[in-house]
């Protein structure tokens, strides 16, 4: 396995326009591919990032035009946060208020400042402040100063009744290990990872069950390479008889998917070959890109897409 750690987290969305506005507006975050669902062609794919489109920096969605509200519950990723320089931690502030985004009060967690809010389909985001990554790779778009620019995933925070069962699956799978407790909330981390290296589990016990739709996340994704992955699953099935599914490829990277005990949907997902498979890098997320089998039907699908201007 060459790499722990998140590799990207997945959500469903509403309006594919106001979705893209946010991100990349208010955000300030790369779109670094344009595609569509693969078992859904009428929708949108949109896949947000650094630069490069590096594996940890990525959040992508599903966004359907008429998609009813979901409700963040138990065996749901209930937030997903960002890394911000420490010293950011001001001008997002500002930025947030002045782009009318209401968030909420900062408030520490495990040691680190984080400011949180939620996208317009209600969403909830964290920016966590990190100490010493001012160096990082960032994207600049959109008026964000590259000093204060996102600099990839930093956690997502699963809801779950409890915490044992996932973390069984984090620690002896997936790479990350036990490193605190702050109350109800338990978090692992992937040693070295660059980017996504954390996973918290907020530990509710019998609570009310989230419902799948706009605004809630659909699964979140963990690195491995070939030799890694395959490894992981025989390992799932084997030794935890968990089912997993075949490979499946995805154009930019190949994933094996499957439901950890608490009953989030996750994935383990290569990185190769990159979202520069397809466009150069300078031109990441400029061109509608479509799978091998839906490109004889191209003008179809493009008239059927919702205008993004």
């Known amino acids: 396995m060459s790499q722990a750690g998140i590799h990207h987290v997945t959500a469903i969305a509403g309006r594919a326009a106001r979705n893209i506005d946010f991100y990349t507006k208010t955000l300030g975050m790369r779109l670094v591919k344009k595609t569509v669902n693969f078992d859904d062609p009428g929708t949108y794919h949109f896949y947000y990032g650094d630069?490069?489109?590096?594996?940890?920096?990525?959040?992508t969605f599903f966004p359907w035009e008429h998609a009813v509200p979901g409700r963040v519950g138990v065996g749901e990723t209930e937030e997903t946060s960002f890394r911000i320089p420490q010293s950011a931690v001001g001008y997002w502030t500002h930025r947030l208020l002045e782009k009318g985004v209401e968030a909420d009060r900062?408030?520490?967690?495990?040691?680190?400042t984080a400011i949180t809010f939620k996208d317009p389909d209600g969403?909830?985001?964290?920016?966590?402040?990190?100490p010493g990554i001012e160096d990082e790779i960032g994207w600049t778009g959109n008026g964000v100063p590259i000093e204060s620019a996102i600099r990839g995933v930093h956690s997502v925070d699963l809801l779950l009744k409890e915490a044992a069962p996932t973390g069984e699956i984090l620690t002896d799978v997936l790479g990350f290990k036990e490193v605190g407790r702050d109350g109800s909330t338990v978090r692992f981390a992937a040693e070295g990872a660059p980017y996504g290296g954390v996973v918290d589990i907020h530990e509710v016990g019998d609570f009310l069950r989230g419902r799948s739709g706009a605004g809630t996340v659909h699964h979140v994704a963990f690195r491995a390479d070939e030799a890694g992955q395959a490894a992981m699953a025989a390992k799932l099935r084997g030794e935890h008889r968990m089912r997993t599914t075949d490979q499946v490829d995805r154009d930019y990277f190949r994933s094996v998917y499957f439901r950890e005990p608490g009953g989030v949907l996750f994935e383990i997902a290569t990185d190769d070959p990159g979202f520069a498979v397809d466009e150069p890098l300078a031109s990441l997320g400029g061109a509608l890109k479509l799978p091998k089998n839906y490109e004889p039907f191209r003008s179809e699908i493009e008239a059927k897409l919702p205008e993004l201007a």
């Open 106 to 112: 900062a408030e520490r967690r495990f040691g680190e």
């Open 51 to 59: 630069e490069a489109g590096q594996p940890g920096t990525i959040l």
């Open 123 to 130: 969403m909830r985001i964290a920016l966590v402040a990190v």
